[in-house]
């Protein structure tokens, strides 16, 4: 950092938000989440706390956030990490690295694993030089502090106007039950997923029940949502179950949160019946839109959204630590 215009490292100040009232310092550099962050810190699912930026006099020349979807419980997601796009690529790693491990030894107790980090992009983004070198200074900086990149994603949409598939037939759908209902189907489908969050649970020492409990207490079962939107798709005549859907709403979107065909009934392409179902139940709600999130590796379920209408429109990466309180140099 040699040119009069770049950073000193002397003086670059690193430092959480003092208050709500500083969001617009916050919102010097861009995301596509910023219209989000008025809100969350209003209803406690980010504080200033969590909100840190580094500072050369009033140049803000990088940030980062955490996010939790329980206010009041620790934070669950590092979602925003940006550096300024006019420092060089060197700057870059030496105020992202300076900012990321200020911030994370402040806000992440000692010993425990740092939250996963999750990031949107453009679907392009490796085909546009400044995006690609952008996040690539990103990336770089969390691989140097432990990190590893867990898996890359599609993000999708359905909207309104799309034609909905009506029902073939082939499947009768009722409500779920109950939490047991639902996780006694969740686990056989946790077996042999092809989702990289499943993988890593299971290979993190979890069985599939723990798995799917998990994935139940920490997501599905803190949705506000109806859950007579929930679905189990079985066999007409017998009742034997086929699979599942989980239409419901986070705090942002209408999604389909979870969708699964039992190991006994894959290959029969079931999943579009059952995707149909789930899109049935949130179209007639006539929501805005409804999201959903695919492995970029999960070919097949990629196809059946495509065919249920389901457009992508962006990426998003997801990165992990997989030991507690592991740090770079």
Do not use: C
């Amino acid at each position: 950092m040699t040119t009069s215009s770049a950073p000193s490292t002397t003086d670059l100040v690193i430092r959480p938000l003092g208050g709500p009232g500083e969001l617009d310092l916050f919102l010097r550099l861009t995301y596509s989440l910023d219209h989000e962050l008025a809100d969350d810190l209003a209803t406690g699912r980010r504080l200033p706390g969590w909100m840190w930026v580094a500072l050369d006099g009033d140049r803000l020349l990088g940030r980062l956030a955490w996010w939790t979807g329980t206010p009041g419980a620790g934070p669950q997601a590092l979602d925003f990490f940006d550096l300024a796009p006019e420092l060089s690529e060197e700057e870059r790693a030496e105020v992202g690295l300076r900012l990321l491990e200020t911030a994370t030894a402040a806000v992440v107790p000692a010993g425990a694993r740092r939250p996963e980090f999750g990031r949107f992009m453009p679907a392009d983004w490796r085909e546009v030089p400044e995006t690609r070198a952008l996040l690539g200074s990103v990336f770089s900086v969390l691989e140097r502090t432990g990190a590893r990149p867990l898996v890359e994603r599609l993000r999708l949409e359905w909207r309104p106007g799309t034609p909905v598939p009506e029902p073939k037939g082939r499947l009768e759908f009722r409500p779920v039950r109950d939490r047991e209902d639902l996780v006694a189907l969740m686990t056989p489908v946790m077996e042999g997923t092809l989702d990289a969050h499943g993988q890593a649970d299971l290979a993190s020492g979890l069985s599939a029940r723990e798995a799917a409990e998990l994935h139940f207490d920490e997501e599905l079962g803190n949705y506000s949502s109806p859950r007579a939107w929930w679905r189990v798709a079985q066999l007409p005549g017998s009742g034997e179950p086929v699979g599942f859907v989980v239409p419901a709403r986070n705090n942002y979107h209408h999604t389909i949160a979870y969708i699964g065909v039992l190991p006994a009934h894959r290959g029969h392409g079931y999943v579009d019946d059952i995707l149909a179902e789930g899109t049935r139940i949130l179209a007639a709600a006539e929501v805005p839109r409804i999201r959903a999130a695919t492995d970029l590796g999960n070919v097949p379920m990629a196809a059946s959204f495509a065919r249920a209408g389901y457009v992508a429109f962006e990426h998003a990466v997801n990165y992990v630590w997989d030991v507690p309180g592991a740090s770079g140099s």
